[in-house]
């Protein structure tokens, strides 16, 4: 508990955590029945290439989500690539910028031309007003982003993308196990595609999938995950090698069992955060629908630095020095990473909310390795700050 200024480790005093609290560290699940499925691998000596383990994960994934295919891939970059291609986008695709860069890639690494439009300020998900100024002769799609698990807004997409004769679809790879009007995330637009990287919900230390109810897709998908085989020695198009192998499929199958012990956790810290933070002017917690099904995986602040009087990035630097490593995810915006920052130098005069946010927003720690004890202590700590601001504003 810090009482004087000195005792905050920027001027020099002891940091609250000595054990570094770091935002995405991953849940693991029941190790006993992981280590029985990996030993189980190893003995059947079927280890990657459509194994057992890799198809009931894809059927346990469909049934709870509810559509008709899951193609699991080996990362969520190389699921929107395949899922891109296989839904057959060409020219440009209007994307956020305000997402992981791997969103704007997996487009230009297929010679498509990311159109980044700007997100809504409140639901960080794609202005939809604003992107249908963005929509030229050359446009053959919508790629949307459910950022921090919160779904764009979809049924104003779908609209807009029949009426202009586009395919759409979402990353998805905040938003396992979230849901958009009762439904499950997964089921819409063309196509969607999750993460399940050792940071997400669910995991299998890198792997992705991509889920459609649209048995083309389906159908080309698989085969591209395959090097386009369809028969030991029959190939039908060009592929890649995007396989998840049976160790992922097997800590996949046991992270979806303990998706319910995670979700109350993230549920449990989101509410501690939540009261913490209720009364500290100028910060606000980005908020999730309780009505519709949520992860609950990213804890999400907004700082308003001409209310709470410091900067975002002043608050990040107290935290890392106290030993909490938030992240100020999506800074700077994909616009302003290479190469769209030379392909695209004054794109943002036009992306206003997205440049606002990736200087206002700020990721805190949460998960299974996280307690309400270090949730009040982080908390604590902003508050001292906010209590301080002269004096850390004023710190060169
Ligand atoms: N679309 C969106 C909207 C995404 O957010 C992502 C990925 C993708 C697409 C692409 O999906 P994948 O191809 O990755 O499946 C991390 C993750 O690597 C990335 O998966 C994720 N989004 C992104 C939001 O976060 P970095 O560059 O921040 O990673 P890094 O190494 O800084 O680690 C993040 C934090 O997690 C650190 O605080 C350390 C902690 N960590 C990480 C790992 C891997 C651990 O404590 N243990 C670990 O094993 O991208």
């Known amino acids: 508990m810090k009482t004087r200024i000195e ?14 609290f770091h935002v995405g560290r991953p849940n693991i699940g029941n190790r006993q029945r992981l280590l029985a499925r990996i030993d189980d691998v190893l003995d059947s000596r079927w280890l990657t290439n459509d194994g057992p383990y890799l198809q009931e994960f894809e059927r346990r994934v469909a049934k709870l989500l509810g559509v008709r295919h899951c193609i699991a891939v080996a990362n969520g970059t190389v699921g929107l690539e395949i899922a891109i291609r296989a839904a057959g986008l060409t020219g440009e695709v209007i994307v956020p910028s305000f997402t992981f860069v791997a969103t704007a890639h997996s487009l230009l690494w297929q010679n498509i031309t990311p159109v980044f439009a700007d997100v809504d300020e409140h639901t960080h998900t794609l202005d939809v007003a604003k992107l249908q100024q963005l929509i030229t002769p050359r446009t053959t799609g919508i790629l949307g982003v459910h950022l921090w698990g919160r779904p764009c ?22 938003a ?53 085989f369809t028969d030991y020695d029959s190939v039908e198009s060009v592929g890649t090698n995007a396989k998840m192998n049976e160790i992922e499929a097997a800590i996949g199958i046991t992270s979806l069992e303990g998706m319910p012990e995670v979700l109350a956790v993230n549920k449990r810290n989101y509410m501690a955060y939540s009261d913490e933070m209720m009364e500290i002017e100028g910060i606000s917690l980005v908020k999730y629908n309780e009505n519709e099904a949520g992860n609950y995986q990213y804890v999400v602040l907004e700082i308003d630095e001409t209310q709470i009087g410091i900067s975002r990035d002043q608050l990040l630097d107290v935290l890392h020095h106290e030993g909490v490593l938030a992240r100020r995810y999506f800074f700077p915006g994909c616009h302003r990473m290479e190469p769209y920052r030379s392909l695209y130098p004054d794109v943002g005069r036009q992306l206003r909310s997205t440049e606002e946010l990736c200087r206002r927003t700020l990721v805190l720690p949460t998960g299974t390795s996280v307690g309400v004890r270090d949730v009040k202590e982080i908390c604590e700590i902003i508050r001292f700050v906010a209590s301080h601001k002269d004096v850390i504003s004023n710190r060169r």
């Open 176 to 228: 396992f196990a979230c849901s958009y009007n009762g439904r499950m995330i997964g089921g819409f637009g063309d196509a969607e595609v999750f993460s399940f990287h050792a940071t997400k919900f669910v995991n299998t230390l890198e792997g992705g999938a991509i889920v459609t109810n649209d048995d083309k897709i389906a159908h080309d998908s698989r085969l591209f995950r395959n090097f386009g």
């Open 153 to 174: 807004q979809i049924d104003r997409l779908v609209e807009v993308a029949r009426d202009h004769h586009l395919r759409l679809l979402f990353d998805a790879a905040h």
């Open 7 to 20: 005792d905050l480790a920027i001027f020099g005093g002891q940091p609250v955590f000595r054990e570094k």
